[in-house]
């Protein structure tokens, strides 16, 4: 599991490569948002499959694996899970540190029961 923190202003998809990165998987499973041809690229060179549905203005759609997709809302209930914890959801900490620190921590009280 791995955690990036940026400021509130930047998209979630700026991050996706660095997280991605020394990871091995068979498939990545993201929303729309991430449909990019640089991140697509990305995963393909590192040799999964990419499960990203395309963006409506693409000009030639790409082909996922709807029913591996529909498995991406299990990430979503896990994070949801996440924001259960006031001091997660409200970025209660002002440093960023403590901030990760009670990521890390409310993350694996969460996701190990």
Not at 45 to 68: F, G, H, K, W
Not at 71 to 94: G, M, P, V
Request: hydrophobic fraction near 35%.
């Amino acid at each position: 599991m791995r955690f990036i923190l940026t400021g509130g202003q930047v998209h979630d998809a700026t991050q996706a490569i660095p997280l991605l990165t020394g990871i091995k998987a068979t498939h990545v499973l993201g929303d729309k948002g991430y449909d990019s041809n640089q991140i697509v690229r990305f995963i393909q060179q590192q040799e999964a499959i990419a499960v990203i549905p395309p963006r409506s203005n693409r000009t030639t759609p790409r082909e996922y694996d709807r029913e591996l997709y529909k498995q991406r809302n299990l990430i979503e209930r896990a994070f949801n899970k996440s924001k259960q914890w006031r001091r997660i959801a409200t970025r209660y900490d002002w440093r960023s540190f403590y901030f990760m620190a009670g990521l890390h921590l409310a993350s694996a009280l969460t996701w190990s029961s």
